[in-house]
C-alpha cells in the first residue's frame, strides 16, 4: 500500500475576501508517484503548488505532508522535504556561478564543505550538467538554468519536488529532454513529482496520474486514459485531447477504426493501425 506523500482535504482558497482561487480540493498523491495538474493559465495550479510548500499560508481545509499537518512543520524543515521549481529559471537563479547558486542550500543546511561539494557534484551529475561548476550562470542557455534550478533542488535531496510549469520556453527538443529526466529522478530516485503543466501531450508518456483543474475545481482525476477519456471536461477547461488521441478520435466518428480504449501514444496509435491493417479492415 502506497503512503501519502501529500494529503489535501477540503482547501479553499482567496487572494481577495469572495473571490476563491481554488474551491474544496481533495487530492491525495502517493509517495514515489509523477503526478500532473493540468489546466489552462489562472485554473490555479501555480495558487496549489504554493500551498503544497507552505508559501501561502492563510486558507481553510487541511494540507498533511507524509501524514503531519504542514502547519505543525518548521519552516526550515518543510524546504528540505518539499523543493519547488519555479517557471522562470531567472527567478530562481542568484548567484554567480553553478556552484554557489546548488551550494546555497545546503550550505544553509549547516553541512559540511565535504558534503556540500559532493551534494553540488552528485545533482550536476543527475542531470547532465557534470564539470559545471565554475560555469557563470549567465553564460547558460535556457535550457541548461532550467536543469540548474532542478539541480539546487536535488541537492537539498528533498522527498518531493513541486515543478510549476517546467516545459514552459523550452523547443520541443528541449521540453522531451527535460520531461525524461523528471521521469528518470523519479524511477532511479523515488522522488514524489508534482507538475503544473498545459502540456497535454507528454502526461500519457510521463504521468501516473493527472488532475484537471478549471476555475479552482479538480473536474476529473485519475490515470491519463481515464482522465482523457473526459473531452467534455477537458473542452471545459479550455484544454484539448493529445494529438494522436484527437486524430484516433476522429478516424473513429468517421467510421474509418474502432477500438475499446482511446489510444493516447504514438505506439497505443500504431498497434491498432496495425491490428486493422492486419484484418484489412482499415479505410
Not at 161 to 166: Q, S
Request: proline share 4%; aromatic share 6%; hydrophobic share 40%.
Amino acid at each position: 500500500m502506497f503512503k501519502s506523500a501529500i494529503s489535501i482535504e477540503n482547501l479553499c482558497f482567496c487572494y481577495e475576501k469572495d473571490k476563491p482561487v481554488l474551491n474544496h480540493i481533495t487530492l491525495d498523491i502517493k509517495e514515489g508517484e509523477f503526478f500532473a495538474l493540468l489546466g489552462s493559465n489562472g485554473a490555479g495550479k501555480s495558487t496549489l503548488l504554493r500551498l503544497m510548500n507552505g508559501l501561502l499560508k492563510d486558507y481553510s481545509g487541511v494540507i498533511k505532508i507524509f501524514g503531519k499537518n504542514i502547519r505543525e512543520i518548521k519552516k526550515d524543515k518543510l524546504f528540505t522535504i518539499v523543493c519547488t521549481v519555479f517557471q522562470d529559471p531567472n527567478d530562481q537563479l542568484f548567484a554567480l556561478t553553478v556552484y554557489e547558486d546548488i551550494s546555497f542550500g545546503p550550505r544553509n543546511m549547516g553541512l559540511s564543505d565535504k558534503e556540500v561539494d559532493q551534494r553540488v557534484i552528485n545533482s550536476l551529475e543527475a542531470v547532465g550538467l557534470h564539470g559545471f561548476e565554475n560555469r557563470p550562470i549567465k553564460t547558460l542557455s535556457y535550457g541548461q538554468k532550467k536543469r540548474l534550478c532542478i539541480a539546487g533542488v536535488l541537492a537539498m535531496q528533498p522527498r518531493v519536488i513541486l515543478m510549476d510549469e517546467p516545459l514552459s520556453g523550452l523547443d520541443p527538443m528541449g521540453v522531451r529532454e527535460i520531461a525524461t529526466l523528471l521521469k528518470r529522478l523519479n524511477k532511479e530516485k523515488g522522488l514524489t513529482v508534482v507538475m503544473a503543466t498545459h502540456e497535454v501531450d507528454l502526461i500519457p508518456l510521463y504521468v501516473d496520474r493527472v488532475a484537471i483543474l478549471s476555475k479552482g475545481c479538480i473536474t476529473r482525476l485519475g490515470e491519463p486514459s481515464a482522465v482523457f477519456s473526459g473531452s467534455e471536461e477537458l473542452k471545459n477547461a479550455k484544454l484539448r485531447l493529445p494529438y494522436i488521441a484527437k486524430l484516433m478520435e476522429q478516424l473513429k466518428l468517421d467510421g474509418a477504426i474502432d477500438y475499446n480504449k482511446l489510444p493516447l501514444t504514438v505506439g497505443e496509435a500504431k498497434k491498432e493501425l496495425l491490428k486493422k491493417l492486419n484484418n484489412n479492415t482499415i479505410f
